[in-house]
Every structure is written in C-alpha cells, then in structure tokens.
C-alpha cells in the first residue's frame, strides 16, 4: 500500500455501503439508457464514475481503499461495457484486487466479514457476510471476464465449488 491521503474515517469505513450512491447512479444510469435510449441519468453516472476513477487507487493523491461492501465494482464494470471507458474496468479491477489485505479490519470486527482477509485470488472458500461474498464474487468474475483473467476466474470457481460443499469461512 502506498502512502496517499489518510484513508476515510473509521466511520466511513464501517459504514455499510459508503460508495452506494456511486452504484445505484450507475446501475440506475444504465437501466434507463439500456430501457429507454434517454441518456441523462448514464450522464451522471459517468461524471460520477469519472471522480471514482481520480479518488480512488495507488495514484499520487489517491485513497488507497475499498468500500465495506462490494457492489460497485458490478456497475463499474457494467459502466465499461456500455462506454468502452477502460479506467471504469481498470477501477473495478483495482478494487477487487485490493481487498484481502485487511484494510477494513477496525474495531474488532473481523477482516473476513468484508471479504478482506484474503486477496480474493488466495481464498479457496467462501469468506465474509453472505451478501458481501456473493457481491465480491460477481464484480471478480465480471472483471475477469472483461480482462481475460483466467487464474482469477478459476480462483472464483474453486471458492464456487466450496460453497457447494458448504465450506465457508
């Protein structure tokens, strides 16, 4: 981890979803384009996603963080797919794999709850909060999708296979 401006407060980090107006804008966005053709909302939803790209990653000036629930990473990579933009994809790939270092482990509750205590590429199970895993699952396999990450992709699969056999952490 580099040495950007002091990571948001404890409180943001605890927050359930601290960047789900981000998702919802840009989930909400593509809906009404994709139903529609009106492309006001998918408007914002750029302009939104555009100051998530200067915010957050190792960049000088940058927060070296990941939201306490993972769900943006979907609308970033969903954001790509309609635009084209490479630095939505780039994102969701940064966030994905800049959770599992513990960076969310703060007043006693545990780094596995946010999917946070293994990079997502080294856990063979299942790991944190059902909704947060399944979450973290999707956006991995939709940013290894798009990348062609295959040693990603079959990490998920081996996580995927474990919550069949009902092994989770």
Sequence with gaps: MHAGPA??????????????????????????VRASGHTELLDVAVKLADHLVATFGTGEGQYDFVDGHPVVEMGLVELYRETGTRAYLDLARYFVQARGHGMLATHGV????????????????????????????????????????????????????????????
Excluded: N
Excluded at 8 to 32: D, F, I, K, N, Y
Excluded at 127 to 152: K, M, N, P, S
């Design 110 to 169: 545990e780094s596995a709850y946010f999917s946070d205590r293994l990079p997502v590429r080294e856990q063979t199970t299942v790991e944190g909060h059902a909704v947060r895993a399944v979450y973290l699952a999707a956006g991995a396999a939709d940013v290894a999708i798009e990348t062609g990450d295959g040693e990603l992709l079959t990490a998920l699969g081996v996580q995927y296979a474990a919550m069949e056999r009902g092994s989770s952490t």
């Design 7 to 32: 990571a948001p407060t404890t409180t943001a980090r605890l927050s359930v979803r601290p960047l789900a107006p981000g998702e919802a804008t840009v989930s909400s966005g593509l809906w009404l």
